[in-house]
């Protein structure tokens, strides 16, 4: 927790703890700096008041002031840099499974601005994984596109996406930069955008994604792979998406079932 830059202690010095509560007082410091941080009011990259000045103002041993530290550390809310301090940490955008969301529209839920940048927009022939997902004869055509998608002007993931050509004729008289996918398909092509499964897992980065990330090299990412279907069951879109791994967490809703 120590910081060579010193620190304006600002709002963490309005925290205030009960020792007379039930509640722990490194589960009080932890809720207290997360309420300070989810509004996103206070930037990432700010740095958390020095360990010495925060322990005084609390009347807590720092072995307690740790913990509370360590557990925000987990859940992604700062981030310790040995020799330069602790951090507020980057916004995660989180993805539970039980959402099925556009990127536009997860983003603008968050309050941040959605945009993106296309990389590339072709006709393809149906091959392979294609194929077997979207059930079509080697003759039919799909359109293949990729984008980087950005939050603020950040970028966040790498997106490159099929669909079958006769479901949505004429694409490319879009503006795919700015609008979503799922918007074009549902207002001007009738489709039902009804549910997706997603295949999630961890990768390291290729040069290129590295680079249109603009990650470090030794960065993990997320992959997701989706798998979009129509309200009648119809395959819409086969998708693999690459986000950030230090912006972008997925949540999975579990329940289990009866033995």
């Known amino acids: 927790m120590r910081s060579s830059t010193a620190a304006d202690p600002g709002p963490f010095l309005r925290i205030r703890i009960d020792k007379s509560s039930p509640v722990p007082a490194y589960a009080q410091i932890s809720d207290a700096i997360k ?137 490319d008289r879009f503006n795919l930069a700015s609008n979503s996918i799922y918007k074009i398909l549902e207002e001007n092509y009738g489709l039902k955008l009804a549910h997706c499964t997603e295949e999630i897992s961890a990768a390291i980065p290729s040069k290129a994604h590295r680079q249109l990330l603009q990650v470090p090299s030794r960065s993990a990412v997320l992959v997701v792979h989706r798998k979009t279907y129509s309200d009648k069951e119809t395959p819409v879109e086969l998708a693999m998406t690459t986000y950030r791994g230090d912006l972008y967490t997925a949540i999975v809703y579990s329940v289990r079932s009866a033995t």
């Open 35 to 171: 309420k300070l941080l989810t509004p996103g009011a206070i930037p990432a990259g700010t740095p958390l008041p020095p360990e010495r000045v925060l322990c005084e103002h609390l009347g807590v041993s720092r072995m307690t002031l740790r913990q509370a530290c360590d557990a925000l550390e987990r859940e992604g809310y700062i981030e310790s840099h040995r020799g330069r301090g602790t951090f507020v940490a980057p916004r995660r955008m989180q993805k539970k499974q039980q959402e099925m969301r556009s990127f536009t529209e997860e983003i603008r839920k968050r309050g941040m601005t959605p945009s993106s940048r296309l990389l590339m927009f072709r006709t393809i022939k149906a091959a392979g994984s294609d194929l077997d997902f979207f059930g079509l004869p080697e003759t039919e055509l799909l359109y293949e596109l990729e984008r980087v998608r950005m939050a603020d002007d950040s970028p966040i993931a790498v997106e490159r996406i099929h669909l079958p050509q006769y479901l949505c004729p004429n694409l």
